[in-house]
């Protein structure tokens, strides 16, 4: 029986990253977000020097920022996603901002199993009948994004509660 290798930390991915990514490609260090499916690798780009005037010029300006630096990087990126990906056994995506633009290029759509009841997946169907979403999956992701964004404290503090209880349980006995 062949041994397998153990996985590295994912904590370890931050610093891995700042020391793997070129130090010219962004405009501050990058966020680096995982859970046990994906790594998301997001960068600051510089605004662009000078931008007309206009009423949607800045996001325009910013969008098109973006866009240039995903298609001038798409090589070394993948390359250095490969090197991440068979590291962590993760997928790894990748984004950036530009002032208040955010993009992600890539990332994973991960299928999760579930669950409901009549009355939830009445829900569900509403969503789709309505026009709201095409598809039970679709009606499912539009209904997490709408906790995610109208409960975001709640979900922040609930993280937080979590990342206690993780460091309380490595305090104690063994």
Not at 66 to 87: H, K, L, N, V
Not at 136 to 164: G, K
Request: charged content about 30%; hydrophobic content about 40%.
């Amino acid at each position: 029986m062949r041994k397998q290798r153990p996985i590295p930390n994912a904590e370890e991915a931050p610093a891995w990253f700042a020391g793997r990514i070129p130090g010219d490609w962004f405009d501050g260090p990058v966020t680096v977000e995982f859970d046990k499916d994906e790594i998301l690798v997001v960068g600051p780009l510089s605004p662009p020097d000078s931008v007309p005037e206009g009423e949607d010029a800045e996001r325009v300006a910013a969008t098109a920022r973006i866009s240039g630096f995903r298609e001038d990087t798409r090589q070394y990126r993948m390359r250095i996603a490969d090197e991440a990906q068979s590291r962590w056994l993760r997928h790894v995506s990748w984004g950036a901002t530009c002032g208040d633009v955010r993009a992600v290029f890539t990332h994973a759509s991960v299928p999760v199993m579930t669950r409901l009841k009549f009355e939830q997946r009445q829900v569900l169907d509403t969503l789709m009948e309505s026009g709201v979403a095409g598809s039970r999956s679709e009606a499912l992701a539009w209904c997490v994004h709408q906790v995610a964004e109208h409960q975001s404290d709640w979900i922040d503090r609930l993280r937080e509660a979590m990342t206690e209880v993780e460091r309380i349980r490595a305090e104690g006995p063994e």
